[in-house]
């Protein structure tokens, strides 16, 4: 795939748990110079595998996002997000993952349903 990719927590949460959904993600999955991760993925994921497995498995997760390119929260995505929260009714961290893929001109990969529809994004449904 070329271009860049944004990987949305619920991608990379069945891309982690080798799900059968991950399977399908795998073709998606961009090269590491082109793999986008907001700061807020980050967050979710690293709390879920806080959580849900170790602070081992947390702490490689956050040294494998610093080989690909961390995208902060600036202003220019906070605008944006505030935007697609009114517009598209999302909730504030997935209007800050869009908003993210938006503002870099990036395909947004994820498993949730909710982004279904919205512009330059791949929904790779999850079975559970």
């Known amino acids: 795939m070329a271009g860049l990719v944004l990987v949305d927590s619920s991608a990379w949460i069945e891309w982690i748990e080798d799900s059968p959904v ?3 993600l795998e073709k998606h999955l ?3 110079e082109n793999w986008l991760v907001p700061t807020i ?4 994921v690293s709390k879920w595998l806080l959580r849900e497995r170790s602070s081992e498995e947390a702490s490689r997760f956050s040294v494998f996002t610093t080989t690909l390119r961390v995208i902060a929260l600036d202003t220019r995505i906070a605008v944006a997000s505030a935007e697609i929260c009114v517009e598209h009714k999302l909730a504030t961290a997935d209007a800050i993952i869009f908003a993210t893929a938006q503002v870099h001109d990036a395909t947004l990969l994820t498993c ?3 982004f279904a529809g919205l ?3 791949i929904v790779v449904p999850n079975k559970r």
């Open 22 to 24: 991950s399977h399908m």
């Open 30 to 32: 961009p090269s590491s």
């Open 41 to 44: 993925v980050q967050l979710e």
């Open 112 to 114: 949730d349903s909710h």
């Open 119 to 121: 512009p330059n994004t």
